[in-house]
């Protein structure tokens, strides 16, 4: 089993819909978690970072972690076109100071 | 533009042979990672550097070495070159070395073994 498990997609949605991006985790030891974006071409950009279990918003994101059931996710209301990208969940486990990345879920806005 | 800045774009090279990646990191920041990011595996931590010392390994293949310079730019060397080597390579760097130190990204390099 992958400690970080994410859809990879390809996920579709029409522009104004509200998308709901999600990873699951097996290691109860991962506290921070991060969502990045990376459009083609580019390097991963932070967009989200969280530390306890809730809801965080910034605009038109909000991050949600459960840490009792190792979920977290990503919603995205009134998406955009410029939203398409794959996003890419992360988190550190306690006493390391690496990321663990799931491989990412390609979304796809159309106008 | 996340401030850090990775240099060549592209490499295109030959099996066995060796090339140099080089990472500056954003203003201020002590700690650089790198990482792979290829099609099946995703992105994979290699190793980080903080403030010139090795922090931490990944899964750094023994053909791969990197350092941290005295002006904290780093550089990646990859050697003995193989077809399976071809992926993006990024750098990273954040202020410390902590959970709560999030890492920002360059766009990377790309590599291309023919």
């Known amino acids: 089993q992958k400690e970080v498990e994410q859809d990879p997609g390809p996920l579709s949605v029409p522009e104004g819909a509200i998308v709901s991006l999600n990873c699951t985790y097996s290691?109860?030891?991962?506290?921070?978690f991060m969502w990045y974006r990376q459009y083609s071409r580019k390097g991963p950009e932070l967009l989200m970072y969280?530390?306890?279990?809730g809801n965080k918003e910034d605009g038109r994101f909000t991050a949600q972690v459960d840490k009792s059931s190792k979920y977290i996710s990503l919603f995205i209301r009134d998406s955009q076109p410029s939203d398409s990208a794959t996003y890419l969940c992360a988190m550190y486990r306690s006493g390391y100071s690496t990321l663990t990345f799931g491989k990412g879920t390609m979304l796809l806005v159309s106008p | 533009d996340s401030g850090v800045t990775q240099t060549p774009k592209h490499l295109i090279t030959a099996t066995g042979q060796r090339v140099t990646l080089r990472c500056s990191p954003r203003s201020g920041d002590l700690s650089v990672y790198w990482y792979q990011q290829s099609l099946d595996q995703g992105l994979q931590f290699l190793i980080q550097?903080?403030?010139?010392?090795?922090?931490a390994k990944g899964n750094i293949l023994e053909r791969f070495s990197a350092q941290q310079f005295p002006d904290l730019h780093s550089e990646l060397n990859l050697s003995s070159l193989e077809l399976g080597d071809s992926a993006l390579y990024f750098c990273a760097s954040s202020v410390g070395t902590g959970g709560d130190q999030p890492q920002h990204f360059g766009d990377g390099t790309r590599l291309s073994i023919l």
């Open positions: 969280t530390y306890s279990s």
């Open positions: 550097y903080y403030n010139g010392e090795e922090r």
């Open positions: 290691n109860s030891a991962f506290q921070y």
